[in-house]
């Protein structure tokens, strides 16, 4: 079957506004990495946790996913400064793989816990405008995607001006740059820790809420996006926020395109492969710093 | 040894190893043998395997709904047999419908029966074979599970070829009574065991089957999709006038959902023998963008004598639920093993089967024949008709003589007032 470069142009825009979330998602796993070298396997499992809030807020009180992102980026800040504090800091300076194990379990109790709260099916939320699409000239495009994309952006940015901008944005980075150095200069790296792992919960738990617009939640979701959230990150670099968006965006993109000209049952084999691309190609990823 | 054991009052060491032995004894003892042992006037244990969680939760719940109210319905019917419900979650999951076959059988179940979706079904059918226990299979269409040589396995549900080759004939039908038909169509189907057998059925089918208009392109997806956006703008690029989903219930309301937001306005969606589309909540979660989606499918039987009581049950215990295909075959799957428990007397799982392979039962609840299975364990007299949703409820429009309201072909566009 052939296809007009139209059709593909809109196949690519409908996976670049996919991308920007898969992106924001990606953000906090790379800020976590990035300033404590602590690997969060836990972050898909976050990620639903938000999306379960977003159900929750919803059904209770019918707030739109979109107002209800800042509660619950904040619970998920609160969550995640909370649980570096009493937990992860001690685990700081120990064999990578007792961190591996201790964040291993610490998704184990949260899938669990929303299999016990929610259970096993699929729950989502009904917006009035949830089968809307902007149009423009031929160009039609549904408006969750776009809402989602554009909340994904502004995120995207306040963090980047956080970090650029902020003296505690500048005080994580340099704690990230040199560890001994932040000490002698009287930084408080551990309160500076728990708040690069509560800003990267949150991150997780603005895209979970802007996520519950695209698709419905359930708990064992949460390894598709841990592993999703993995290979953006390491195509984009470990520990790199340029990473992380152009992982997010290029992932997005591939899928759709995989899916458009090829199968759509090869889209996740497109994404791996890719994976696998950079992997033997730039093995630092594409923006990371090579050892 | 306390003073206690040596009176007498207590239990000795001797005895303890007795009563050890005999429990171990009996719980060693092949299936079959102790299937033998509870037979008599015990009621019938029905293990009924189902998908009540998961990605087809709302499928094997709605199935659920058939298996509660049968032994009523049977009553009703003054069938004489008592039936007790051994139910157990196959959670979606070919390998947990595996184990829990297993943990029924072990629990002393004299039949099972499910599981709604062909490849729990099929590996409930290894199971079942191999531990000498009748499985009377609710739906499942993948051809090849009566295929392999199974004595124990009986399905009283179209194979993939009967769904296919029905309904694509109910298709010429409905293009006949309208008078409009499309020139082109698309083939969305989901990729596992049942979506695989339909693709397969129709590419094998089609040509012989002289359809009016050519499958332009057949688009296959994962059944735990999350989004299928990029499916349904591959399908809008092939401008085909008819969509055919061979689909889920979950990835039914996401294919609709998608074509309202790309604003694909084909002829019609008229799924050749597939779930998804008649289900309640299709209705809930669509609403007006439900309507006038055709299910070429089996279908509920309203000139039977035993509809209406099965309908009376269900309206009773369900009242807000609706009465579809999944609770009427999960019903007639249990008829099937109390009727052969009836003229058996036995739950042994010889005289079962050989009950079973006698099956003949003139009034039940889904359109066709009387149910017989041939010698591979297939029931080849089910027939479909056209379910048309027309205000929020499935009704049949096709065949004419059992037509409760006429076919609306094309259907009326997305932001058509028609739709309400």
Known sequence: ?291 | MSKESKSGRGISRRQFAQVTAAGAGLLSMPAIVRHAIAQGNAPLKVGVLLPRSGVQAGLGQACQRGADIAEAVLNDLNYGVKIELLNADTESNVDIARTQAEKLINSGANVLTGAFDSGQSAAIAQVAEQRSIPYVINIAAAPQITEQGYKYVFRNFPTAPMLITDALALQKDLFAATGKTPKTAVLMSVNDTFGTAMQNGIKALFPKLQMPYEIVDVISYDPRAKDLSVEVAKAKATKAELVMPVSRLNDAILLVQEMVKQRYEPMGIVNPGAPGMYEQQFYKTLGKYSEFCVSNVPWLNPRSKMTPVLAKRFKEKFPNDLLELNVGFTFEAILIAADAYKRTKSAHPFAMIEALRATKIEDHVMVGGPIAFNSKGQNVNIKSAAVQNLKRQPVVVLPADSAAAKPVFPMPKWGAKSRG
Not at chain 1, 113 to 133: E, I, K, R, T
Not at chain 1, 249 to 258: D, N
């Open chain 1, 1 to 291: 079957m052939e296809f007009s470069a139209f059709d593909l142009f809109q196949a690519v825009v409908k996976g670049l506004l996919t991308g920007m979330v898969y992106s924001l998602m990606a953000l906090g796993l790379t800020v976590i990495f990035g300033v404590m070298r602590v690997v969060n396997f836990a972050h898909g499992e976050m990620m639903v946790v938000a999306m379960y809030l977003a159900v929750m807020s919803f059904a209770a009180l019918g707030i739109d996913p979109m107002l209800a992102l800042i509660p619950i980026a904040a619970i998920l800040f609160a969550f995640g400064y909370g649980l570096q504090r009493t937990l992860i800091n001690r685990f700081i300076n120990v064999p990578e793989h007792m961190q591996f194990i201790l964040m291993l379990s610490v998704a184990i109790i949260l899938v669990n816990v929303c299999l016990v709260l929610a259970g096993p099916d699929a729950q989502g939320v009904q917006l009035d405008y949830a089968l809307d699409s902007f149009e423009i000239g031929e160009l039609l495009i549904d408006k969750v995607r776009v809402y989602a994309a554009l909340g994904a952006v502004v995120i995207s940015a306040l963090l980047y001006l956080f970090f650029s901008r902020t003296r505690t944005g500048k005080a994580i980075r340099a704690a990230a740059d040199n560890h001994a150095g932040a000490l002698v200069v009287g930084l408080d790296v551990n309160r500076l820790y728990a708040i690069t792992f509560g800003i990267g919960a949150a991150c997780v738990g603005a895209a979970g809420a802007l996520t519950i617009m695209l698709v419905q939640v359930q708990p064992f979701l949460a390894v598709e996006y841990t592993l999703l959230a993995f290979t953006i990150v390491i195509i984009g670099g470990l520990g790199s926020l340029r990473g992380a968006i152009a992982g997010g965006l290029l992932i997005g993109v591939s899928e759709a395109i995989a899916g458009f000209l090829l199968e759509p049952s090869l889209k996740s084999v497109f994404s791996f492969g890719l994976l696998i691309l950079v992997l033997l190609i730039r093995p630092q990823g594409l923006f990371g710093k090579a050892a």
